[in-house]
Each structure stands twice: as structure tokens, then as C-alpha cells.
């Protein structure tokens, strides 16, 4: 019993929204144009960190920055493989289970709604081919770790 309210508090901790911050509290804004001193006055740039501890016990601490302009500038299309396969709602949950822990292709055969085997190797190579997913060798698979933090960044900008 004491398992089950545990996991139920943790549900209800999720379902809260992320405060928003009030006027003064841009420490992450400040410190990106204190970093780009006159030059992000004039560009602009884009900041995204984040520190992440997974269910299976792995802990990632990663940012990354870039100015505007060399994002403006940038062909958008060579993009478009990685967002699409993000595009698939089986493809987002072997994201999910294998950041809890599921590595391998049997594995997430076991869970219910992942489709047969071919269909669950067919979308592992989607997610590898597009740096979602990395082979770790005798058939298991791993969200590479500079992978972590931009995936749960898309995740967060999808839902708001």
C-alpha cells in the first residue's frame, strides 16, 4: 500500500504546472545576453539547459547555446528527418521506455500496443538513423546523453 501512495503523490506532482516566472526571475535570459555581450544585442540567442535524473538511475546535466542568426540562416530543412521521428506515437514511447530502462527490442516487445518485433526494430532504426537512439551493443539501445535534455526540451515546448 505504501508503494501505491507513493507512486500516486508522485502523479500528482507531475500533473502540477511549472511556475512561471516572475518579472526579475530571467536569471537564465540575463546570464545568455551577459554572455553575448554587444553581439546579442544585435543577433539574439537561444539557450537551453537542463539537469535530468532517469527512473533507471542515470543523471545528465547539459546545455546548449547558440545565437539566432546562425539559426535563421540555416537550411530548416535538414532538420525535418529528426523531428519526423519524433513524429510517431510508438516511436515517442520507446523514447520513454527505454529512458526508464527498457533497452532492448524484447523488452519492449513485452509492453502491450508496441506492434510485433518487425515494426518495433523498424521504428528503433528510425530513432537511430535520426541520433534519437544510439546501439549500445547485444541488441540494446540507449538515448545518447546530449540527446536527454533536447528531447525533454521538445517534449516541454510541445505542451505549452
Do not use: C
Amino acid at each position: 500500500m505504501a508503494d501505491l501512495e507513493r507512486r500516486l503523490a508522485a502523479l500528482e506532482a507531475a500533473e502540477r504546472p511549472a511556475p512561471r516566472p516572475e518579472e526579475g526571475d530571467f536569471w537564465a535570459l540575463e546570464g545568455l545576453k551577459e554572455q553575448l555581450g554587444e553581439l546579442g544585442a544585435e543577433a539574439g540567442g537561444v539557450l537551453f539547459t537542463g539537469t535530468v535524473r532517469l527512473p533507471a538511475g542515470e543523471r545528465y546535466e547539459w546545455q546548449h547555446g547558440t545565437l539566432t542568426e546562425g539559426l535563421l540562416d540555416a537550411d530548416w530543412a535538414e532538420s525535418a528527418e529528426v523531428f519526423a521521428a519524433l513524429g510517431h506515437a510508438v516511436r515517442m514511447r520507446i523514447l520513454r521506455e527505454v529512458l526508464d530502462g527498457r533497452r532492448t527490442a524484447a523488452e519492449l516487445a513485452e509492453l502491450d500496443g508496441m506492434g510485433t518485433t518487425g515494426q518495433i526494430y523498424h521504428h528503433l532504426r528510425q530513432l537511430t538513423g535520426a541520433g534519437w537512439l544510439h546501439a549500445t551493443g547485444r541488441g540494446r539501445h540507449e538515448v545518447p546523453p546530449g540527446r536527454v535534455v533536447p528531447l525533454l526540451v521538445a517534449l516541454s515546448t510541445a505542451r505549452n
